[in-house]
């Protein structure tokens, strides 16, 4: 260890030795000179907690272990506890005994924070700890500090990312290869980029759980994740990609994040992108966040979104902040949702139906005459205009065609509306398909 | 102004009321209760230099204005010193004062923190004071914070920049529109992209002045920017773009800092790169920075690397760091240039000569038997292998046919001696066109 400094090391306790407590104390070992050259001290694991010992592929040397969190947590030695073990319980409890025994947490549990952030948060300040999160939201990409700090000039205006890797990386095989989900889902869970039970990657609530936090960060109000709105991606099929590319555009799976004239948009859905947009060429396991502000105009922040060791450099980058704000005094921190706690806003949450988005239809049509005016009377009804549209050949031996339009940008309220009447016709066949289109302002 | 802390305001002086000084009181007055509710004080300009008060476009409501920079930097009642002249002197010397006074610095100066940045540092040491510099690299793009902080868990392996906006807006206009560099740059003087002497953005200066910065603080090597290799793009031509396009690639102009077993690289030059790389689709006067960390991976930071509030944004971004430390003991504060300062490495800058690259090769030849034969003889005694080969149809009354070549990776030294060896056959009109490619890593 190549101390360079006549402070004494920091003594960290890390809980779960899994992945990404595998990554952490192999990135700490093998970094430890760098790291005590940045941070002035070094920074040691002295005691680690794990469900299976025998089975961690951390590095373990000089390290105390248990399969108590409690022991980890109650530590007198130990000044910086890391959580790591996922989930509510005991996660929760345990950061909340840590904050109180006087240790500062760092966690990489988006589902902890998205939920239980606001009571974490507030429990830290009665003890006046700090929280790092950084590693919550898209892995080894600094975006927390990057909107929190290096945006503080900033009214911020809206954040949008990729912010499920593996929501994008399915996306981007289907495009790329021709696929259709349930294939390429399958081999996502071979490659392990997706769980066994795949559901909160690719119906949104892991995304969801990140766009709470980024929101909460760029517009200063509580962490609200029952607010959001939240699609995922299993209804997308292969015409439909190739659909989104014919017309110019790629989809992703976004979080968006948007201050309208009625308060905050809060959704996660999937999305037409116009493909000259960087945003659309972010392919494979990859997240990237678009963020706007007033003075800076639109940032990207791109990188692994997921992963041992992307994820282990966003924990130890918190470690290091962690010490180097040890000496100041608690009021002068970077607050936990980067508004100080009693200035928080109480900006509303805008209800979906109320949200006013473009659309990508796609609708199976009866291969007879008069079904297109049928289409276009009823979004015509519904004061819905139409962009562009799109009719395939069918084959000689079908009996319906896919109808394809973008429409102009309607009020959700009116477009399900539109998509009920539609629905209703004897001659589609439900249901009709409905991508959200969002336009960026010109990059 | 909306006070939500009991905290005094902390009084800022400004030298420099130019485009990007005239940006900070804007974004400042504007963002004024937002940037409180972050802060937890009000930040209040409340003393300018400028050397023409009339001209400004400032918003100098409540602020002391003087023609004499030197009343700001002795006011007793300002904390933070806001640097925005520009140019070497009398900015080195207005900063060294400051520093002495006990006032912390914020600065834009890209020139000046690559060639003063040493002293100016060592000075703001033996005060106990912080020198922010965020806004002179690539505007508005949080990049120092995000390398010096974000990516602190990492040994950092590369960094490769789009940093001068001028310079990309051109090589994209050329590449866009099918136009020459001549015309491109009038344009761009024109639309005020690019300054009436243009040297320092098309010949490359500014971005080594911005390499050197990131190249200290990702890998904690003092700043020497009288070792870093400059070309710029200004013998660039229409056909290079197009050549280059044909093979799959787009010409940027790139800084780029990489370790390798020599030491450290530090170069500037124009540069092909695969078009499937995020960087390549970097177009007008946006910035981008690739980072490579031995855990997170590539990480990209993309946006305005200029204008007044770009980096304003980043201007007040440091103010609110400055700030939020001015309670911190100086030994726990982020060192300046990453690592400790008695704690830099001296890892030698590796000689251009030494460095490999493969190369693309533009040659005229005269359009006669044998010529192909001569160059593909000179390239192998010099053991180059050639990659890709194009010749282009030469119009029937042409006496000279360009002939485009990639070879693989050679010491620069060896492509020199080809270089000079092909220049001086008969057949070949000098001088030959060299344009280096990079291989980043896959995405």
């Known amino acids: ?80 506890i890391i959580e790591l073990m996922g989930g509510y319980e005991p996660a929760r409890s345990l950061v909340l005994r840590a904050l109180a025994n006087g240790k500062h947490v760092v966690t990489a549990n988006k589902a902890l924070i998205a939920n239980h952030g606001n009571e974490i948060f507030a429990a830290a300040r009665d003890a006046g700890m700090m929280v790092g999160f950084e590693a919550a939201v898209a892995g080894g990409i600094p975006i927390i500090k990057a909107i929190r700090e290096g945006l503080a000039g900033n009214h911020l205006e809206w954040v949008m990312g990729i912010i499920n890797g593996t929501a994008n990386f399915i996306l981007s095989e289907m495009r790329g290869k021709g696929r259709n989900f349930p294939d390429v889902l399958a081999e996502a869970q071979k490659l392990g980029y997706a769980e066994a039970d795949p559901t909160l990657d690719i119906e949104g609530i892991d995304a969801a759980h990140k766009l709470t936090i980024l929101a909460s960060i760029a517009f200063g109000i509580p962490l609200q994740f029952d607010k959001v709105y939240i699609e995922g991606i299993s209804r997308i099929t292969r015409d439909d990609v190739a659909n989104a590319t014919k017309l110019g555009y790629r989809i992703k799976h976004l979080g968006i994040a948007r201050r309208d004239e009625h308060g905050v948009q809060l959704r996660v859905h999937p999305t037409l992108i116009p493909q000259r947009q960087l945003l659309a060429h972010v392919n494979g396991v990859m997240n990237a966040v678009l963020v706007k502000g007033d003075a800076v105009g639109q940032n990207l922040f791109y990188g692994a979104g997921a992963g041992a060791e992307p994820t282990a450099s966003a924990v130890v980058a918190d470690i290091i902040d962690v010490v180097r704000t040890l000496t100041t005094d608690p009021e002068n921190r970077v607050p936990h949702l980067a508004f100080q706690p009693d200035a928080l806003s109480d900006l509303p949450v805008v209800p979906m139906d109320e949200i006013e988005t473009a659309c990508y239809l796609r609708l199976l049509a009866l291969d007879r005459p008069g079904v297109l005016a049928d289409i276009t009377r009823i979004l015509a009804d519904c004061g819905i205009g139409i962009e562009a549209f799109m009719q395939k050949e069918a084959p000689a031996t079908a009996s319906v065609v896919p109808v394809v339009l973008l429409t102009n940008p309607v009020k959700e309220q009116r477009m399900n509306q539109a998509i009920a009447a539609l629905e209703a016709l004897d001659s589609i066949r439900a249901p009709v398909m409905r991508i959200r289109l969002d336009y960026l302002e010109s990059d």
Chains 1, 2 share one sequence.
């Not at 920091?10 to 192999?26: A, H």
């Not at 050259?37 to 272990?65: C, E, F």
């Open 1 to 80: 260890m190549n101390t360079v400094s006549s402070y004494p090391p920091i003594k960290v306790g890390i809980l779960g030795l899994g992945t990404v407590g595998g990554g952490v104390t192999r990135v700490l070992a093998r970094n430890a000179s760098e790291i005590s050259r940045r941070a002035g001290r070094d920074i040691l694991i002295t005691h680690a907690a794990a469900r299976n010992l025998d089975s961690t592929t951390a590095n373990t040397t000089g390290i105390k272990l248990t399969q108590e969190g409690l022991e980890v947590v109650d530590d007198p030695e130990v000044s910086i």
